[in-house]
C-alpha cells in the first residue's frame, strides 16, 4: 500500500503541492489526472524518493519513504516524463546497468532480462543503440528498466506523451498487461487514457486535490454537469428560450440551433430534471420533436473539478 498524509513542497515560498492525502492499496490502477502544471509530477517524484517532501509523510509498504528512500526505492519502479536513457547503450546492456543500481546480481539479471524484453516487446531491439530507436521503443526502454528489479509498486509518469496513435495503442496494451503484477500509479492529462486504464482517479489542480473514486463516483458527486437537449416547435426563439430558462433545475441555456424542422436547445442542468422540461413545454403549448439526456462523462467531470482554470505548479 502507497499512504500519503498531509504531504505539500515548497520552492521557496512558492507551493507546488499539498497538503494531499491519499491511498493506493495492492493491486489497484489509479491514475493522476490534472492539466499541466497540477502537481502531478511533484506527487510522483516524492512517491519515487526522487524529491523530499517539505511536509508530510509518504509510506510504501510499510517504509517510511523520508527515512528510509533506498529501501522504498527497491520497491518501486518509475518511469520519469523524460526516461533516464543512454543513447549510446544497447538496450540489453542498459537493463543490466538498471538492473544492477537496483541491487542485482548478474545471475539475476541475466535470468530477469529474457521475461522483461519479452513484456516490454523489446527482445528483436534489445542488440540495437537506444540512440537509433523511435520514441515508441525508448518509452518501452523506459518501462522495462522500470519492472527489471520485479517491483510491487509501478509509477509511471505521461507514459503515452509524445507518442503516435498506434504506438498510444501498444503502450495502453502493455499497461494492461502490466496491471496483472503491479500496483501501477498513472500520471497525464489525457482524459481518455486515464479512463480507460485505471480503476480510480485522484484529480489534481493548482497542487490541490480536488476529487477521488472511481470515474461513476467522481460524476455522481455533487454539482454534476448534466446535459439535455431538446428540439422544440411552435413559438420564436425568444420565447422557447425564456420557458427553458425558468425551468427548476436548469443552469444555463445554450444559443440554439436549426435541426429537423425546430430548434435545438443545450440546456445545462443540476440534476435530472425531464419531466420537469417535458412538463413546461407541454404547458407553453410547444412542440417537443425530440429530448436527449446525458450524464456527464469524465471531461465534464474534469472540467467541473478543475473549474477550466489555469493550474499553476
Do not use: W
Not at 37 to 50: E, F, H, N, P, V
Not at 304 to 313: C, E, I, Q, Y
Amino acid at each position: 500500500m502507497i499512504r500519503a498524509t498531509n504531504v505539500s513542497k515548497f520552492y521557496g515560498g512558492k507551493r507546488a503541492l499539498g497538503p494531499v492525502s491519499f491511498e493506493i492499496n495492492p493491486g489497484e490502477t489509479v491514475g493522476f489526472l490534472g492539466l499541466n502544471g497540477a502537481g502531478k509530477t511533484t506527487a510522483l517524484r516524492i512517491l519515487a524518493c526522487d524529491l523530499r517532501p517539505s511536509n508530510g509523510t509518504v509510506e510504501v509498504g510499510g517504509v517510511d519513504a523520508v527515512a528510509d528512500p533506498h529501501e522504498v526505492r527497491k520497491r518501486i519502479g518509475f518511469l520519469p516524463e523524460n526516461p533516464p536513457l543512454y543513447t549510446d547503450m544497447t538496450v540489453i546492456d542498459y537493463l543490466k546497468f538498471a538492473g544492477e543500481l537496483r541491487g542485482m546480481t548478474a545471475t539475476q539479471v541475466k535470468k530477469r532480462m529474457s521475461e522483461v524484453l519479452e513484456v516490454t516487446d523489446l527482445t528483436d531491439v534489445s542488440g540495437d543503440f537506444i540512440g537509433t530507436l523511435s520514441h515508441g521503443y525508448r518509452q518501452r526502454v523506459g518501462v522495462a528498466q522500470a519492472i527489471i528489479h520485479q517491483p510491487k509498486f509501478l509509477i509511471l509518469d505521461e507514459p503515452t506523451r509524445g507518442l503516435d496513435p498506434v504506438q498510444i495503442v501498444e503502450m495502453r496494451n502493455l499497461i494492461h498487461d502490466l496491471k496483472q503484477n503491479h500496483t501501477v500509479l498513472i500520471s497525464s492529462h489525457i482524459l481518455t487514457e486515464i479512463s480507460q486504464t485505471c480503476d480510480r482517479l485522484l484529480v489534481l489542480g493548482k497542487g490541490e486535490l480536488l476529487g477521488k473514486g472511481t470515474e461513476s463516483e467522481l460524476a455522481s458527486h455533487k454539482g454534476e454537469i448534466r446535459a439535455i437537449t431538446v428540439t422544440l416547435r411552435g413559438a420564436d426563439k425568444a420565447a422557447m428560450k425564456t420557458v427553458l430558462a425558468a425551468i427548476d433545475g436548469v443552469t444555463k441555456v445554450a444559443e440554439p440551433y436549426e435541426q429537423g424542422g425546430g430548434l435545438s436547445f443545450s440546456l445545462s442542468t443540476n440534476k435530472d430534471c425531464r419531466a420537469e422540461v417535458s412538463r413546461a413545454i407541454v404547458e407553453a403549448k410547444l412542440d417537443l420533436l425530440k429530448l436527449d439526456y446525458s450524464r456527464s462523462e469524465l471531461e465534464n467531470t474534469f472540467i467541473r473539478l478543475v473549474g477550466g482554470a489555469d493550474a499553476s505548479n
